[in-house]
T-cell receptor, first 114, second 117 residues
Framework: EDQVTQSPEALRLQEGESSSLNCSYT??????LFWYRQDPGKGPEFLFT???AGEEKEKERLKATLTKKESFLHITAPKPEDSATYLC???????????????FGTGTKLQVIP | EAQVTQNPRYLITVTGKKLTVTCSQN?????MSWYRQDPGLGLRQIYY???????DKGDVPEGYKVSRKEKRNFPLILESPSPNQTSLYFC????????????????FGSGTRLTVV
């Protein structure tokens, strides 16, 4: 069964304290891994897409990396405005046929303390 | 502004009373989808649509209906809501075959918080 697991569930950082969020996946037919940011009461906001192992994407203080079994979202010198829930999702093409499927992890809730 | 618009934002209803949650996008996306988000369970797909008149079930379709008569609209229908359908609902859209400068990432609506009593 395709699975996406994010860790930790929650993370509390001091402002400026760098860290990483993990997204591990066991899927067949991966066609992309996505990172989203979700603020309370709002819809998820797209951050990055990664397609192949070794690929990296950056945006401000965030950098996403991908291996064959997991992805990391590195946060460098975070600020309080980076506080949010970060969601990982994988897009797969089922071997059994049919259209692409996107499966989400349950997220990491990040809190950055001033 | 490129966006997905859901209405209503909040809805309280009684068991068995039919309701519709609307979703509209202005980005000419072919793909649209409905998700529900519950604590500890994450986002789970209800239904999706690859284009006009093409819809299919996601992971949790029971108790829901959808239609796609126009490219921009994808309403979610609860014919006879029950308390276990109390949840936060999101509509999302994306390109099916993104060209240069685009990608497969979803654009989400702001959500509809539904309570069924």
């Amino acid at each position: 069964e395709d699975q996406v697991t994010q860790s930790p569930e929650a993370l509390r950082l001091q402002e400026g304290e760098s860290s990483s969020l993990n997204c591990s996946y066991t899927v067949s037919g991966l066609r992309g891994l996505f990172w989203y940011r979700q603020d309370p009461g709002k819809g998820p906001e797209f951050l990055f897409t990664l397609y192949s192992a070794g690929e990296e994407k950056e945006k401000e203080r965030l950098k996403a990396t991908l291996t064959k079994k997991e992805s990391f979202l590195h946060i460098t010198a975070p600020k309080p405005e980076d506080s949010a829930t970060y969601l990982c999702a994988v897009r797969i093409l089922p071997f059994s046929g049919g259209y692409q499927k996107v499966t989400f992890g349950t997220g990491t809730k990040l809190q950055v303390i001033p | 502004e490129a966006q997905v618009t859901q209405n209503p934002r909040y809805l309280i209803t009684v068991t068995g009373k039919k309701l519709t949650v609307t979703c509209s996008q202005n980005m000419n996306h072919e793909y649209m989808s409905w998700y529900r988000q519950d604590p500890g369970l994450g986002l789970r797909q209800i239904y999706y649509s690859m284009n006009v008149e093409v819809t299919d079930k996601g992971d949790v379709p029971e108790g829901y209906k959808v239609s796609r008569k126009e490219k921009r609209n994808f309403p979610l229908i609860l014919e006879s809501p029950s308390p276990n359908q109390t949840s936060l609902y999101f509509c999302a859209s994306s390109f099916l075959n993104p060209g240069r400068g685009h990608n497969y990432g979803y654009t989400f609506g702001s959500g509809t918080r539904l309570t069924v009593v």
